[in-house]
């Protein structure tokens, strides 16, 4: 299982939580997020993180020309907006994480549509008009639903220290993915939480 933390806007941060254990750093490069990063800070992170963590960029609604010129930096890049199969066809499986909100069993549909493909998704809780990051825990009763394709997702959605046993002992995911609980202020990580977090998750993994 790999663990994401995500929402990252400090070099420092990078490096700590690289060293902590995580297998993948998100950066968000969409400008309306209060954890927006332009692409030259991107790059510095990028430099300051173990060979062993992944960057993962999160963008919404970008073009294919700027989602090329991201992955030559960013390892892999989150597609967080309204960009359907044939959009995300144009990248490599290893490349892309197609991110979607689940609101309903309608949403389940679009989930399948993706891993069928062979693509990771990750499921985030739904919240009108936001993009993700929001804090909002995932329905449980739809991510039971979703059980049956957890080989190729990673959860997101309000994840916690205390809530992280209680969410895992529904399925055995890809990946999971945290951020805004385990912060100080949007962009500013809280190491020891994330230190905590990345402990249980081990534990809970073995």
Known sequence: MIIKICGITE???????SQLGADYIG??????SPRFIPLEKVKKIKNSIS???????VVVNSSEEEIKE???IADIVQLHGDEDINFVKKFPKNKVIKALRIKDEED???VEEFIKEGYIVLVDAYKEGEYGGTGKRINLELLEKLK??????IISGGFSEENIGEILSIMKPFGIDASSKLEIK????????IKNFIKIA???QN
Request: glycine share 2%; aromatic share 4%.
């Open 11 to 17: 070099e420092n941060q990078a490096k700590e939580i």
């Open 27 to 32: 950066v968000v490069l969409y400008q309306k």
């Open 51 to 57: 060979d062993k963590t992944k960057l993962v960029a």
């Open 70 to 72: 991201i992955l030559k």
């Open 108 to 110: 389940i549909k679009k």
């Open 148 to 153: 049956p394709f957890e080989k190729n997702i």
């Open 186 to 193: 949007p962009g500013l990580k809280d190491i020891q939480k």
């Open 202 to 204: 081990r534990e809970l």
